[in-house]
Nanobody, 120 residues
Framework: QVQLVESGGGLVQPGGSLRLSCAAS????????MGWYRQAPGKQRELVAT???????NYADSVKGRFTISRDNAKNTVYLQMNSLKPEDTAVYYC??????????????WGQGTLVTVSS
């Protein structure tokens, strides 16, 4: 089992910033990739940003230049720095981790989600 604990969501005004964190714990041998996805009301879940253990990143076009994903491999933690937030960034943000247990089997887990609301 893998536990993903997210934090950092909340209410922010347009143009403001927030930083999300997601810490993974459990019988984890290695996490290949961690990422953030979001789901706005009435919409499908979409990719925001991902990062591999080697530091390769991938961003949705809608957040490029505003959001920065980073990770601390030693702490199995991923961060999402969100700047210049817009009302359309309002969504529940979900953390995802893909990796391998010590047993050798793979895992793909999701966090419980944290709400980000951008509104004046």
């Amino acid at each position: 089992q893998v536990q993903l604990v997210e934090s950092g969501g909340g209410l922010v005004q347009p143009g403001g910033s927030l930083r999300l964190s997601c810490a993974a714990s459990g019988s984890i041998f290695s996490i290949y990739a961690m990422g953030w996805y979001r789901q706005a009301p009435g919409k499908q879940r979409e990719l925001v940003a991902t990062i591999t253990s080697g530091g390769r990143t991938n961003y949705a076009d809608s957040v490029k230049g505003r959001f920065t994903i980073s990770r601390d491999n030693a702490k199995n933690t991923v961060y999402l720095q969100m700047n210049s937030l817009k009302p359309e960034d309002t969504a529940v943000y979900y953390c995802n981790a893909v990796g391998i247990y010590y047993s050798g089997s793979s895992f793909d887990y999701w966090g419980q989600g944290t709400l980000v609301t951008v509104s004046s």
